[in-house]
């Protein structure tokens, strides 16, 4: 069965450093997220992303954050200066056909922000 | 705007025994909802989904849940509960649309004992 894949599965980095979290969504679909899980807490939206722009962001996706679908299969996010409150599970999660409703998550990338 | 709350951050039950999750949401357009599982260290899994067809959903592991406007809930049951349903729950509420952002309620854990 066709998933969505994230890498690395954890990220340890310095604050003020850049960090890109990468994902591989399911081939064909269409429409692309990330969301967000600091520990204890619920998952939050960031980002959605469709025909090569934002289609809707959330405030936390600040100026610090950038989206990207570099070529045919990865969608990354990068957050260029980290802050200790940046530390959180992130997910990516892909949807093909809107009519489906349904989006697909992938494992995350748990960042660590020293 | 929409929002989703979970009754009971945890939940403990005994194998065998009734699972119910409550769900309650906020949606000021005609609502998408589903319940998320979370197994330790994966990703978020897609239970059941209420997508304006019938109000009572079934969905994969056993699980169904019953769409209820004049309650605004969608609870989760499970009649029978196994040791390995032990996971994080998350209920979510999307516009009409599967393309649209999930907002997701705090999560409910679920504990399963002999």
């Known amino acids: 069965e066709p998933e969505v894949t994230q890498t690395p599965s954890h990220q340890v980095t310095q604050m003020g450093q850049e960090v890109i979290l990468r994902c591989v969504p399911i081939s064909n679909h269409l429409y692309f997220y990330w969301y967000r899980q600091i520990l204890g807490q619920k998952v939050e939206f960031l980002v959605s992303f469709y025909n090569n722009e934002i289609s809707e962001k959330s405030e936390i996706f600040d100026d610090q954050f950038s989206v990207e679908r570099p070529d045919g299969s990865n969608f990354t996010l990068k957050i260029r200066s980290t802050k200790l409150e940046d530390s959180a599970m992130y997910f990516c999660?892909?949807?093909?056909?809107?009519?489906?409703?349904?989006?697909?998550f992938g494992p995350g990338t748990r960042l660590t922000v020293l | 705007a929409q929002s989703v709350t979970q009754l009971g951050s945890h939940v403990s039950v005994s194998e065998g025994a009734l699972v119910l999750l409550r769900c309650n949401y906020s949606?000021?357009?005609?609502?998408?909802l589903f319940w998320y599982v979370q197994y330790p260290n994966q990703g978020l899994q897609l239970l059941l989904k209420?997508?304006?067809?019938?109000?009572l959903v079934k969905g994969i592991n056993g699980f169904e849940a019953e769409f209820k406007k004049s309650e605004t809930s969608f609870h989760l049951t499970k009649p029978s509960a196994h040791m390995s349903d032990a996971a994080e729950y998350f209920c979510?509420?999307?516009?009409?649309?599967?393309?649209?952002?999930?907002?997701f309620g705090a999560g409910t854990r679920l504990a399963v004992h002999p």
């Open positions: 209420y997508t304006s067809a019938a109000t």
């Open positions: 979510a509420v999307s516009g009409s649309g599967g393309y649209n952002k999930l907002i």
């Open positions: 999660a892909s949807l093909g056909d809107p009519s489906t409703d349904t989006q697909y």
């Open positions: 949606s000021s357009v005609p609502p998408y």
